[in-house]
């Protein structure tokens, strides 16, 4: 009986081969595990801030039902308008009562200290 030394290359061979393979296998479940929990904070990121903006604007609509019309702004733009009549009607006396307080005064300096 001749005993020959058994050849564990080929097995050795497969061995690494499938070590390799598997190596792979978890190198690829590594990555796409992470370029998932890195795409599930980026979508929770993002969320957060549709949060925020959803209630800025909010706000700003609640902001806007209180803001005056264009019917109220009209309103007031009328009474301006009739503040400012009533002024300029105001000033056209003032400087009638100025021209008789500059007479009365320019009497009372020249003709007044005569008696």
Not at 18 to 37: C, D, E, K, P
Not at 53 to 77: C, G, P
Not at 109 to 115: E, T, Y
């Amino acid at each position: 009986m001749s005993t020959q030394p058994t050849d564990y290359s080929a097995l050795r061979f497969w061995f690494d081969a499938g070590q390799y393979g598997l190596t792979l296998a978890i190198g690829a479940y590594v990555w796409l595990g992470s370029r998932f929990n890195a795409k599930t904070r980026e979508v929770k990121g993002v969320h957060q801030e549709v949060s925020v903006i959803a209630e800025r604007v909010t706000k700003l609509e609640t902001n806007m039902a209180h803001a005056l019309s264009h019917e109220d702004l009209a309103a007031v733009y009328d009474r301006i308008n009739d503040v400012a009549e009533e002024v300029a009607g105001l000033s056209g006396k003032m400087d009638g009562v100025k021209g008789t307080v500059e007479m009365i005064q320019e009497y009372l300096l020249n003709d007044g200290c005569k008696r």
